[in-house]
């Protein structure tokens, strides 16, 4: 079985410019849930998808949209990057919407916002 | 005050020592409590659930008290390849992972 995979893994992008970020979930799992990790923090959560739909958002602006494909993979996409968007996206995937099944993460996407 | 909160670290401790590590979240309602380890440009990975009866896994021994809403993690005889940052995580009532900002650990030969 395959994990998560993230990409790309490195990105660098220019303020005001859009970025998409690509997640493909763990074979089996129908949940994308992807987080922000600033340098020194913890993970934040951005928002989580469940069978195509949103049906969880944290605490970010709308500019940060989501989409989940019938595959179960997603797309994170910011628009009008600030400076401070720059870190760790991670994407973690799970099987159903509530967490006690566990969740497996890919290995992050480090944005760099100039 | 952060809904989950850690030591500000980092630990510096000598190989062999025992470490502990501390939590406390401030959402009663949280109902499953988790010990991450993450190495430096990585993803997080899960070490060890919590539960209230108190579980361990070889040198780790990780403890809940609900009523306390306190979380802790013990390392025993720490290994060099212990070194890493240590991520303690509750679920909300929506069971969304709400994370610390981590404790890093150093461990010393």
């Known amino acids: 079985e395959t994990g998560v995979t993230q990409s790309p893994t490195h990105l660098i992008k220019t303020r005001g410019q859009q970025v998409t970020l690509r997640c493909s979930s763990q074979?089996?799992?129908?949940?994308v849930s992807w987080y922000q990790q600033a340098l020194g923090q913890g993970p934040q959560f951005i928002f989580q998808?469940?069978?195509?739909?949103?049906?969880g958002r944290g605490n970010f602006p709308p500019r940060f949209s989501g989409l989940q494909f019938p595959n179960y993979s997603s797309e994170l996409n910011v628009n009008a990057l600030e400076l401070d968007d720059s870190a760790l996206y991670l994407c973690?995937?799970?099987?159903?919407?509530?967490?006690?099944?566990?969740?497996?993460f890919g290995s992050g996407t480090r944005l760099t916002v100039v | 005050r952060k809904e989950v909160e850690q030591d500000p670290g980092p630990f510096n401790v000598p190989e062999g020592a025992t470490v502990a590590f501390n939590c406390t979240y401030s959402?009663?309602?949280?109902?499953?409590f988790f010990w991450y380890r993450q190495d430096c440009r990585k993803e997080p990975k899960l070490l060890m659930s919590?539960?209230?009866?108190?579980n361990e896994d070889g040198r780790f021994t990780a403890q809940l008290n609900r009523a306390s809403q306190y979380i802790s993690l013990l390392i025993r005889d720490s290994k060099l390849s212990d070194s890493a940052t240590y991520l303690c995580?509750?679920?909300?009532?929506?069971?969304?992972?709400?994370w610390g900002a981590g404790t890093k650990l150093i461990i010393k030969p």
């Open positions: 973690a995937s799970s099987l159903g919407q509530l967490s006690e099944y566990g969740y497996t």
């Open positions: 074979s089996g799992h129908n949940t």
């Open positions: 998808y469940y069978r195509e739909e949103e049906n």
């Open positions: 959402n009663s309602a949280s109902q499953s």
């Open positions: 919590v539960y209230s009866s108190g």
């Open positions: 995580v509750v679920t909300d009532s929506n069971y969304q992972l709400i």
